[in-house]
Structures are given as structure tokens and as C-alpha cells.
């Protein structure tokens, strides 16, 4: 059996492959913080431009150089990076807005020869847009590589020559195309690209093993590079026990090798040791990382902090004085009007009929925008109130989502019972997962009110960077009886929901307390007052009538 | 560049092809909207289309495309009167694009160094009488999204800004791709679409093996895959060309239009929109399928693609609502 690549090994295989035919293999999805490892990586990159998530238009697809074309007289074009199709370097991808991943995108399916996103997302939902992670083939995660791991990275340009000399010519198995696809298929990849990128993946590490004819190990590596971090895999109990999961595999030695493998493969599908060396090359939290929830994990667009008073779309406002680029725009009216008192003097000794514009005219145009507001509902499922409730509380969370959809509104999703609270549902607008995780809500255990609070309260001020409007939806019986460390001590969880809320008033976060005790509860109305938030004594509920309250809270 | 993958080797998706073909064959119908996974050959099948298309016969130089010299815009300043072949155009519509390139704008190059106040077209001046491809659609952003639902409306481009007062026609096809998990559509968006269809990764192995297969074969051995499938390309773009000399002279029986409104009824659809859409589909259908009269037959072929996006929003509803439209279908239509 083909032992699969030693992580080291496969980092060398990545870059051989993108080495000689990155217009196939599209790119590499590169996973990893800034460290002494990752720049042993991006060294051995081959020549490329780079470029940030904040890079305008101007920039990609190029444009007018305004200050030149003023100093000129005449039309001065500036280039964009997209222009030329050079291999591009993304940093700090995992910020990339969808506008930029979806022209990147469209670039690549084009023209461009590939991409290299370095993604130093710190959570698992931190992550690039789906519309890129599909397209690029090649995938590396750097997380558990220690320096010792690493060795320097050198690529030999003469090799690197020979393979793309050798790359047309080379030929896969007859059942390689079918493998690969049963593979993909087996592991729940949708995604048709996916067995694409495998392919061209396998042809060129094949040329750049000097094989005419891959060989089923490059088949094997080839599907480990490109499939192992995109799928789930078949169900685990049904495949045999893995033989030595803890030993780490030793790096494949090719002579050897070549020579063992036809035996050991013979009586085996080929499909199967695909699939096994993808297994092996399984990242240790991958299915954790899917149990959590495959959906949450693509960024959606919601990285950068958007500009709340900024320079593309909105509400006029005045023009300032400034520089066009970088996603400013001029104010031509503006500019003319800066412009146009002195033109008699700046005519004055120079023989010319043309606009005299200095750079001190520009203005640019500035936009005011409402931001998107977001709902955070923070709803009590403990054993006291809410198994009677609780009901309630998901039939108002769903129908405030129908309209919430209508408004264009953001709803996020909040639990506390047992000892803890727990984020149900980072803020969305999707209907159908909204749904999916509201009907999975469990219920039961004490009432950790703080700890809901102080949640509400992380998740509110985290949505705030991010240029959102948030307003915290507290739907509870006002017991809480579980303080901030998680002891079941009634004073002290009083003490802490109180402060909780003090922290949220103080942020000048809006609220609106919702209680849902079968008799109105005195501690509450203190605690909304706390908040400076409405109070609302709601003992028998219907889910209608709680959302009217809400709109009306809201301001409609 | 190189040419785009054949329409007619796209494997499968046969209710996306459907659709892009009788947009095509009826420009009236208002656009596809197509949903689905990533990697399922969205984009790809917009890019073949293009190439599909039979060219359409312009004013040489036209920013609009104009069939008839009088149709130049006064703005364009030339008055050219060649008429000139060139392929439909099909416009994409990026992500982000802004308002200026979207609708058109003063030209800053014209006004800065020549002093004078041109317009310079957007993306809706060049999509008239073509497609304007909107891809991740659902992530549009609102201000555009307000912006195109007005212009695909009216099928006229009204510029008031920056001292420019211009109009100019801008009748195109919407065809917009997304993937419903990343957000969904407005549903004042949703309704401009004439028909939507969901497309989702083929569930066998045999057809996924040979996505790979012609995919491969169109990468690396493209001249002959492209000799094999230009003939049957061309082919099809015959047959939508015979069908729209049909169309215009197909019979519609009262029973079809009595069976288009019945199905609405049953299903509850909002406005009118969707009995006009479902009809004109059907005869696209029928012109397709070169019948000289619209029956239930073609009726059924579009009901779903015509009507699943216009039902009212049920959230508790798991279902797609395209099985929703699928069994009163069946109930209304037997």
C-alpha cells in the first residue's frame, strides 16, 4: 500500500504542482498564521503580484490616472493587476469581501493562471469566501507544523522545466478519470470542480516525476492534495480499523515504493486506497469542523468592517477635498465648480484654451448609509421556564424571521441552560438554516442568565465592528440561578446578571426584556430598567402577539 | 481567449438548458433565475450561451445596439448606418460593480481634458437587446439590485445625475445564478425572473464520470471536442431560430388559457405575472417542439420552472416549493 505524504512532503508536492501548471490547478488555499513556517512556504512561491481584500477596482482592472492625465493634459491610463495574467498572491483572505472573491473568480475562470490566498483565519468560520475555496485546487494547512517539521524549500528550476515540457504529453490511467470522480463522489464533494482540480493535479505531479503514464501513487497524492479538505468522508465505522493512527506515516521513498506497490494493490479497488490515503491526510479537527455546522464556515463577506460613512453608495453627502483612488470616487460636478474661479488666473501667461485643474480641486463624493441592522435573540431554555415556553419563544423567533427576511434584517440565536450559554446561530439572513438550527434547540438545566447576557453582549459588540446595528431580544423567566463561573449560587447569579446588564446599558446597546414567567417577575422589571430597555410581562404569550411587541420595539 | 464549453455537451441540468433555450427562442419571458450548489456548470452554461446565440444585426459602433440607424441615441454624437453582424451580447454583471458602471455616467476622460459633457454608457447600455449575467446574485448589493428591478421593468435606462439628463433603452434578459445558502433573493427580484430553476450536483456516479469526461476532453484535446459538439451547437441555434418564425403564428386554445389560470388559482400565485409568464413559456415550448398549437403537454414542460420562484414564502415549509408546484400540478392538470 502507498503510504500517504508526510505533511512536509505534501507542502513540496503543492508547490511543485502549482510550479508547473498553475493555469490548471487554479491555486492554493494556503491555511496558516504569519510564522517562520509559512514564510519558509511562500519563499518557494513562484514570482507573483500581490494583493489585499481593500483593493478597489482601480487597481484590479486599471483605470485613469487622474493625477498624471492633470499634469499631462492628456488621457493617462493606469494598469490594473488583473490586466497581465501573472499568478496573484491574496493576503489576508479570509477578509475578502464576496464582490472581490466573485471578480477574482470570474478572473480565474478566464483568464488568470492562479491564485495563492493566504488565509490566516483564527476560528474555523474565519475562513475565504466559498466561491474561492471551490475554485482553487490546491489546499494546505500549515496549523501543525512546528519549525523542526520543516526543512528549506527549493525547487529545481531545471525540473520545474522539464515537467512543464513533459505536462502536455502526460497521460492518466484509463480508470483514473473514473476513480477520481468515484472518490469525490463517495466522500459527498457536490462540487464538479473538485475532481477537475484532481485530475490536472495528478497530471502535473506526474510530469513532475518524470512520468509519462501517472503512476497510482501520484493518483493517490493527487487526490490527497485536492480532495482531502473539501469533503466529508463515507461513514467511518463501516471501513476497516485504521492499522496505526498514531504513527506518523514516513515520507514516501519513490524507488521503494514503485516497486512494492503493484502486489500490495492488486487484490484492492483503486478507489478504496484513494479514499484511505485522503483519510490519512484528514486534518485531527476536520469532523469536528463539520459537525459544527459546514454552512457557518464560509465567510460571507462579513470580514471587514463595513463603511458606514463611506464613498460608494448611500445618501449624498457634501463632497470633500481629496484624492481619487482606493475606493474614492470624484465628485466631477464638485471638481469643476473648485476648479472654475481660477481659471483666469492660472490661463494668465500660458496660451492655452484647456481647464486648468490642479490637484487642490479634486473632491471626492461621500455617502451616508444606514447600516444592517441585526436581531440577537438571547432566549432562556432552562428546565424553570422554558419547557412550557420555549415553544413559544421559537414559534416568535421564526415568524419575526419571515419578516425579518422581508427588512433584510440580520437574526442571531442565543441559548442559555446548564452551566453555559451557547451561540445557536451566528447572525444570518438565511431563512432555511435559521429554521434548521431553531427546530434542534434543546431545552432543560438551570438558568445562567449572566452568562446569556454576557454572550448577547460579546456577540452585539462583535456585530457592531462589523458595521451592524445590534439590538438584543432577552426572552427569559428572570430566575437565573447560575452565576458567571458556572457555581449554582442564586445571590451570586443575581449579582453577576445585574452587572452583565449594567455592561450592556453602558455599551448603549438597544434591548428589550421579554418576560416569559407564568407570573410578571419584579426582578426582571429591575433588570430591564438596568438595561434601559422596555420590559414586557408577557404570561400567556402567543407567538403573534410577541412579535407585534418586537416590531414595535424596534421602531417598526 | 479560448472558445467556451458547448452548450449542448453540459450533461444533465436539462430544466436549466430548458429554460436558457426558450429565453432564447422569447426574449419576452424575462429572464432565468438558476439556484443550486457550486460546481454544478451555472456559469458554464451562461458562457455557452453566449456562444449559442445567433448574432443579431446592430448599427455599426451603436453603445446600444440599435437595429435601425433612427435609434441611435442622440448622445452617441455619430451618426453611423452600417449595419453590422455581432453575437448577442450577453453582459456580466459584477459583484460590487458601481452605480456608475451600471448605469452609466458623465466621462470624467472627455470632461476633464476636452471640457465637455458626454455620457459614457454603463453595463445596461451594452446588455440592450442581449443578456445582462448577474452571477452570486443573492449578494447583490440592495442599491443595485433597486437600480435593475426598476430598468428591467420599464426596459429604459433613465441617467439624472451629474448635470446629465439621458435616456436610453435597455431591454435585456436577466439571468442571475446563486447559491440559496448564502442568502436569498428580494422577492420584488425574485418576481422579475420569468423562470427560475434549481440545479443541483448529479447524484450518480455514471453522469458525474462523465462531466469529467467531456470536461477533460474539452481541456486538453479542444480542437477535436469542439469539432464534435460545434455541429450540434449549430443545430440547436437552427431549431430557436425556426421556432421563433413559429412563434408568432402558434394557436393558443381556450382550454390552455383556462388551464393556466386554474393552476395560478390552485397555487396561489400573487398577481397576473405568473399566468402571462407560464403562457408565453408554453408557446416557446410548443414553438420548440415545432407544434402549431399550444397544448397541456407544454403547459406542464414549463409549469414548474414558470411558477416555483412566485409562490408566497412559507417559512415553516421545508419542502422546496418546486415540489409544491409539482403536486398541484399533478392535482389541477391530471
Redesign the interface.
Known amino acids: 500500500m502507498t503510504e500517504p505524504l508526510a505533511p512536509w512532503a505534501r507542502v513540496e508536492c503543492a508547490l511543485a504542482v502549482l510550479a508547473v501548471d498553475p493555469a490548471g490547478i487554479k491555486g492554493l488555499w494556503l491555511r496558516a498564521r504569519a510564522s517562520a513556517v509559512r514564510d519558509r512556504v511562500t519563499a518557494a512561491f513562484p514570482p507573483a503580484r500581490r494583493i489585499h481584500p481593500g483593493i478597489d477596482d482601480t487597481a484590479l482592472f486599471g483605470g485613469v490616472d487622474l493625477a498624471a492625465t492633470l499634469g499631462a493634459g492628456h488621457l493617462v491610463h493606469s494598469q490594473g493587476v488583473l490586466a497581465d495574467a501573472a499568478p496573484l498572491i491574496l493576503t489576508m483572505a479570509e477578509r475578502s469581501p464576496p464582490g472581490l472573491s466573485a471578480r477574482l473568480s470570474r478572473w480565474l475562470d478566464d483568464k488568470g493562471p492562479c491564485l495563492i490566498a493566504l488565509d490566516e483565519g483564527a476560528e474555523a468560520e474565519e475562513t475565504l469566501p466559498s466561491a474561492l475555496t471551490d475554485r482553487l485546487g490546491l489546499f494546505l494547512d500549515l496549523g501543525d507544523l512546528g519549525w523542526s517539521d520543516t526543512e528549506a524549500l527549493a525547487l529545481d528550476p531545471a525540473q520545474i522545466a522539464a515537467a512543464k515540457t513533459l505536462l502536455p504529453s502526460v497521460t492518466l490511467p484509463k480508470d483514473a478519470l473514473q476513480s477520481l470522480t468515484s472518490v469525490a463522489f463517495a466522500m459527498g464533494i457536490a462540487s464538479l470542480r473538485a475532481p477537475l482540480s484532481a485530475l490536472a493535479c495528478a497530471r502535473a505531479l506526474a510530469a513532475w516525476r518524470g512520468e509519462a503514464v501517472a503512476s497510482e501513487r501520484t493518483l493517490r497524492h493527487a487526490a490527497e492534495l485536492t480532495l482531502a479538505h473539501r469533503g466529508d468522508l463515507p461513514d467511518m465505522s463501516e471501513a476497516e480499523p485504521d492499522p496505526e493512527p498514531d504513527t506518523p506515516p514516513p515520507p514516501p521513498d519513490p524507488g521503494e515504493d514503485e516497486a512494492n506497490q503493484p502486489q500490495d494493490d492488486a487484490d484492492r479497488l483503486p478507489d478504496d486506497v484513494l479514499l484511505e490515503a485522503i483519510r490519512a491526510a484528514l486534518p485531527a479537527d476536520l469532523l469536528a469542523r463539520l459537525a459544527a455546522g459546514r454552512a457557518a464556515r464560509s465567510a460571507k463577506g462579513s470580514g471587514t468592517g463595513a463603511v458606514r460613512k463611506g464613498n460608494h453608495r448611500g445618501r449624498p453627502m457634501p463632497p470633500l477635498p481629496g484624492t481619487p483612488g482606493s475606493g474614492k470616487r470624484i465628485d466631477l460636478v464638485a471638481t469643476l465648480r473648485a476648479a472654475a474661479p481660477w481659471q483666469p488666473l492660472r490661463r494668465r501667461g500660458v496660451d492655452t484654451s484647456r481647464l486648468e485643474i490642479r490637484k487642490s480641486d479634486l473632491r471626492i463624493k461621500r455617502y451616508q448609509q444606514s447600516s444592517d441592522r441585526v436581531l440577537i435573540f438571547a432566549v432562556d431554555a432552562s428546565g424553570s421556564s422554558a419547557f412550557a415556553r420555549l415553544a413559544e419563544a421559537k414559534g416568535a423567533v421564526e415568524l419575526l424571521l419571515a419578516q425579518a427576511y422581508a427588512r433584510r434584517d440580520h437574526v442571531a440565536l442565543i441559548a442559555f441552560r446548564g452551566t453555559s450559554a451557547e451561540l445557536i446561530l451566528p447572525p444570518t439572513r438565511s431563512l432555511v438554516q435559521t429554521k434548521r438550527r431553531l427546530a434542534a434547540l434543546p431545552g432543560g438545566g438551570g438558568t445562567p442568565l449572566a452568562a446569556g447576557l454576557r454572550l448577547a453582549f460579546e456577540l452585539a459588540q462583535q456585530t457592531r465592528a462589523r458595521g451592524m446595528t445590534p439590538t438584543v431580544a432577552l426572552l427569559t423567566d428572570g430566575r437565573g440561578n447560575i452565576a458567571l463561573d458556572g457555581t449554582p449560587n442564586r445571590e451570586m447569579a443575581e449579582a453577576d446578571s445585574l452587572r452583565m446588564a449594567r455592561a450592556l446599558r453602558a455599551a448603549g446597546l438597544p434591548g428589550l426584556v421579554i418576560d416569559i414567567a407564568t407570573r410578571p417577575q419584579p426582578a426582571l422589571r429591575r433588570m430591564a430598567e438596568m438595561l434601559d430597555a422596555p420590559y414586557l410581562a408577557l404570561p400567556r404569550a402567543d407567538a403573534h402577539r410577541l412579535t407585534s411587541v418586537l416590531q414595535a420595539a424596534m421602531g417598526g | 481567449?479560448t472558445q467556451p464549453f458547448p452548450f449542448s455537451a453540459i450533461v444533465g441540468q436539462e430544466a436549466m438548458k430548458q429554460a436558457m433555450v426558450l429565453t432564447a427562442i422569447d426574449p419576452g419571458i424575462g429572464g432565468v433565475l438558476v439556484f443550486g450548489?457550486?460546481?454544478?456548470?451555472k456559469?458554464t452554461a451562461v458562457r455557452a450561451l453566449a456562444a449559442l446565440l445567433p448574432e443579431i444585426e446592430a448599427i455599426e459602433g451603436c453603445p446600444v445596439n440599435s437595429a435601425r440607424a433612427q435609434d441611435v441615441p442622440d448622445w452617441f454624437g455619430a451618426k453611423p448606418t452600417k449595419i453590422v453582424k455581432r453575437p448577442t451580447p450577453v453582459i456580466?454583471l459584477?459583484?460590487?460593480a458601481?452605480?456608475?458602471r451600471v448605469v452609466g455616467a458623465?466621462d470624467?476622460?472627455r470632461?476633464?481634458?476636452?471640457?465637455e459633457k458626454a455620457f459614457e454608457p454603463g453595463l445596461l447600455a451594452r446588455a440592450n437587446r442581449g443578456y445582462l449575467y448577474i452571477?452570486?446574485v443573492n449578494?447583490l448589493?440592495?442599491?443595485i439590485v433597486d437600480l435593475l428591478l426598476d430598468v428591467a421593468q420599464s426596459g429604459e435606462n433613465v441617467v439624472e445625475r451629474?448635470?446629465l439628463s439621458i435616456r436610453h433603452p435597455a431591454r435585456f434578459v436577466l439571468v442571475g445564478s446563486g447559491?440559496?445558502?448564502?442568502?436569498?433573493l428580494?422577492?420584488q427580484l425574485l418576481d422579475r425572473f420569468g423562470l427560475s430553476v434549481e440545479v443541483?450536483?448529479?447524484r450518480d456516479?455514471e453522469t458525474?464520470?462523465e462531466?469529467?469526461?467531456r470536461?477533460?476532453a474539452y481541456?486538453n484535446d479542444h480542437d477535436a471536442f469542439m469539432k464534435t459538439w460545434r455541429a450540434k451547437d449549430s443545430a440547436l441555434r437552427k431549431s430557436i431560430l425556426a421556432a421563433r418564425v413559429v412563434l408568432p403564428g402558434l394557436k393558443t386554445p381556450g382550454a390552455v388559457l383556462h388551464d393556466c389560470a386554474s393552476l395560478c388559482i390552485a397555487l396561489g400565485s400573487d398577481g397576473l405575472r405568473g399566468e402571462l409568464t407560464l403562457l408565453r413559456a408554453a408557446r416557446a415550448q410548443a414553438a420548440f417542439e415545432g407544434a402549431d398549437t399550444v397544448t397541456r403537454v407544454h403547459l406542464k414542460a414549463v409549469a414548474t420552472s414558470a411558477l416555483s420562484h412566485r409562490l408566497r414564502?412559507d417559512?415553516?415549509d421545508?419542502a422546496g416549493s418546486g415540489s409544491r408546484v409539482a403536486r398541484i400540478l399533478t392535482e389541477t392538470l391530471p
Open positions: 481567449m450548489d457550486r460546481g454544478t456548470g456559469s456580466d459584477p459583484l460590487g458601481t452605480e456608475d458623465l470624467i476622460e470632461a476633464l481634458t476636452r471640457g452571477d452570486e449578494l448589493e440592495d442599491h451629474e448635470g447559491n440559496p445558502e448564502e442568502g436569498e428580494r422577492p443541483t450536483s448529479p456516479v458525474r464520470v462531466v469529467m469526461r470536461r477533460d481541456e414564502r417559512p415553516l421545508e
